[in-house]
């Protein structure tokens, strides 16, 4: 007789029950594959920088502006890794669309490609120590990469908690029961 063939007694059945519902040691490991995972969770170390230092250094990504004579590019910094995200006019993709590379259209179409690139990769938050004159070329780029969705404001980064403090940081990624509430109170009027 084949096994398979073999009548079901109810000690095979139980011996089968037991090997399925058992839970069997993993020898996976989980890989987080999102390097700025922490600092979306606002829990990353961001340095602090010296507090003589000018612009400082306390974020996690910055917006860094060149503009030569003749070209303009654009960089997303991150303070460990370096250059994260790049635009330039010298880009072939982008210098074909231009008349110019240095003029007003070029640093406007610019910000919207920077913009673009930097909601692909996930970052919508970077700090932008550039000063720009109003009504200038500069200024027009640092306003349409806001107009496209990126804040240069971070978020401050949460405290350490002990358990002898008496207030405690509400954390972003665990939503209340008051939270919930006023966001279903203008819903329901």
Same mark, same amino acid.
């Given at each position: 007789?084949?096994?398979?063939?073999?009548?079901?007694?109810?000690?095979?059945?139980?011996?089968?029950?037991?090997?399925?519902?058992?839970? #069997?040691?993993?020898?996976? %490991?989980?890989?987080?594959?999102?390097?700025?995972?922490? &600092? /979306?969770?606002?829990?990353? %170390?961001? @340095?602090?920088?010296?507090?003589?230092?000018?612009?400082?250094?306390?974020?996690?990504?910055?917006?860094?502006?060149?503009?030569?004579?003749? %070209?303009?590019?654009?960089?997303?910094?991150?303070?460990?890794?370096?250059?994260?995200?790049?635009?330039?006019?010298? &880009?072939?993709?982008?210098? #074909?669309?231009? %008349?110019?590379?240095?003029?007003?259209?070029?640093?406007?179409?610019?910000?919207?490609?920077?913009?673009? /690139?930097?909601? #692909?990769?996930?970052?919508? &938050?970077?700090?932008?120590?550039?000063?720009?004159? @109003?009504?200038?070329?500069? #200024?027009?780029?640092?306003?349409?990469?806001?107009?496209?969705?990126?804040?240069?404001?971070?978020?401050? /980064?949460? @405290?350490?908690?002990?358990?002898?403090?008496?207030? /405690?940081?509400?954390?972003?990624?665990?939503?209340?029961? &008051?939270?919930?509430?006023?966001?279903?109170?203008?819903?329901?009027?």
């Amino acid at each position: 007789m084949s096994r398979s063939a073999r009548p079901l007694t109810s000690a095979r059945v139980l011996h089968k029950i037991k090997e399925l519902t058992t839970p #069997q040691a993993s020898t996976e %490991y989980v890989i987080n594959r999102n390097p700025r995972n922490l &600092e /979306r969770l606002r829990i990353a %170390y961001k @340095p602090g920088g010296y507090h003589l230092e000018k612009p400082g250094r306390s974020y996690w990504h910055t917006l860094e502006i060149n503009a030569s004579g003749r %070209y303009v590019s654009a960089d997303v910094k991150h303070f460990e890794n370096g250059t994260i995200l790049s635009a330039s006019t010298s &880009e072939w993709a982008i210098k #074909q669309h231009l %008349y110019k590379t240095n003029d007003t259209s070029a640093f406007v179409n610019l910000g919207r490609v920077l913009a673009h /690139r930097c909601l #692909q990769s996930g970052i919508t &938050e970077m700090t932008c120590n550039v000063e720009a004159v @109003p009504g200038s070329k500069l #200024q027009k780029l640092l306003k349409t990469i806001q107009d496209n969705g990126v804040s240069f404001t971070e978020p401050s /980064r949460l @405290p350490n908690e002990q358990p002898w403090d008496e207030k /405690r940081h509400e954390k972003p990624w665990e939503v209340s029961e &008051e939270a919930l509430e006023v966001l279903e109170a203008p819903k329901s009027k």
